[in-house]
């Protein structure tokens, strides 16, 4: 964990050269046992790792939500202690941000057991995924279907002959992940879904007009795997 907090402070820094960041009019967390421990709970300020200029000619977000909203986090501290705060997901730099009485803070990923947003839950990755967190969108006995969050900044044509605007491209991936350690990356049809599972005849049968790019078909066939 401590070689993958140095990784997430390096990409801080690659992050925060390409794009700057903007403080929203949020407001700020008021949780007394949280504020009290935020040495637990945080890895530091967002603007202590700030080294670049704004480069205001990228445009499009880093982050994964269009706005900061109260996710619900539990952590390791105490009893899984569990607490709601504003904050998103900063995928240039793959790390949770939160906002705390006015100043921005990277989230402490060795404080976290699980992050929910509504009926989306995000852990942090043990998984060989080159990742700190990845989103869990189903998972059974044997295996969990996990996805991650990549971004990039691209140039694209503008309608201008010969010129050119950088922006921020953001893609996600696949994979399943079972319970010995092992992945894979997320087969693209049924029948090597089927395979990758080993899904007996009986369950090969019961699934076999599900549709794979459903996602509540695709989770149901994941908990029954």
């Known amino acids: 964990m401590k070689k993958r907090i140095l990784i997430l402070t390096l990409l801080t ?10 403080q929203s009019r949020i407001p700020s967390a008021t949780n007394g046992l949280f504020s009290n421990n935020l040495d ?14 704004v480069n205001e000619d990228i445009k499009g977000s880093i982050y994964l939500f269009d706005q900061w909203t109260k996710l619900r986090i539990t952590s390791t501290y ?18 949770f941000e939160i906002f705390v009485k006015g100043e921005k803070y990277i989230l402490n990923p060795e404080s976290v057991v699980k992050i929910t947003k509504g009926n989306r839950t995000f852990k942090v990755s043990e998984e ?3 990742k700190n967190y990845y989103e ?3 998972s059974g006995d044997n295996v969990s279907l996990v996805k991650i969050y990549e971004s990039k900044v691209v140039e694209v044509p503008t309608k201008t002959l010969g010129l050119i605007e950088r ?19 997320m087969p ?3 029948g090597k879904l089927f395979k990758a599972l080993n899904l007996t005849s009986e369950k090969r049968d019961k699934f076999k007009k599900y549709d794979i790019k459903n996602d509540y078909e695709l989770a149901a ?5």
């Open 78 to 95: 105490k009893d899984n202690y569990t607490y709601s705060i504003l904050a998103n997901y900063n995928i240039m730099a793959d790390r």
């Open 128 to 130: 060989d995924l080159e």
């Open 13 to 22: 820094l690659a992050a925060s050269h390409m794009v700057g960041y903007s």
């Open 136 to 138: 869990e969108v189903a």
């Open 167 to 185: 922006k921020i491209s953001k893609s996600e991936k696949e994979f399943l992940v079972f319970k010995d350690g092992s992945m894979t990356k």
């Open 188 to 190: 693209k049809s049924r």
């Open 221 to 225: 066939i994941i908990k029954d795997a």
């Open 40 to 53: 637990f709970f945080a890895i530091q300020k967002v603007s202590d790792v700030y080294t670049g200029g």
